[in-house]
């Protein structure tokens, strides 16, 4: 005798992931392994509502991690210093707070890179973008190179 379902299988088979979870999920993998290949011993909070996603310490000292998965668009990585959440009032997004962390990770997708920096360096900014491919207009002054940013600081 079946077992009766309270949903039909087609349901499940159409149901979307939450990619940009996803997204995420994986740039704090790819976080991870690029940290221990670096040395660093990776350490994981017990909470989502964390500031940070992971901690990375080497030497003595201990560094909260918030990682960004992203791509490159026109040629650059862009990166809003800003989180967001929704619930039942729709959604929310506030500032990150510079205090309650010590480095930003930002993994990637497109070009499978880790890149590093302080957000301190850029706190009067909403947001930085990390340059990969020359601009048009040759412009190379105030530029963040992307590949300037591939180790810890």
């Not at 991870?32 to 030497?59: I, M, N, T, W």
């Not at 989180?83 to 930002?106: M, P």
């Not at 909403?126 to 940013?149: G, M």
């Amino acid at each position: 005798m079946a077992i009766p379902r309270k949903f039909p299988v087609s349901l499940f088979l159409t149901m979307k992931s939450h990619h940009t979870k996803n997204k995420g999920d994986l740039g704090v993998l790819k976080a991870q392994a690029d940290l221990c290949a670096k040395g660093f011993l990776v350490c994981l909070p017990l909470s989502e509502h964390a500031p940070f996603d992971l901690v990375a310490y080497k030497r003595g000292v201990f560094k909260r991690v918030q990682v960004k998965a992203r791509t490159i668009k026109k040629g650059r990585i862009d990166v809003r210093f800003e989180h967001s959440y929704s619930d039942r009032r729709g959604v929310h997004t506030h500032r990150v707070n510079f205090d309650e962390l010590d480095l930003y990770c930002v993994y990637c997708l497109d070009n499978d890179t880790c890149y590093y920096f302080d957000p301190r360096h850029f706190s009067r900014n909403i947001f930085i973008s990390l340059r990969v491919d020359p601009p048009k207009n040759n412009q190379s002054q105030l530029v963040n190179w992307a590949d300037d940013y591939r180790e810890v600081p």
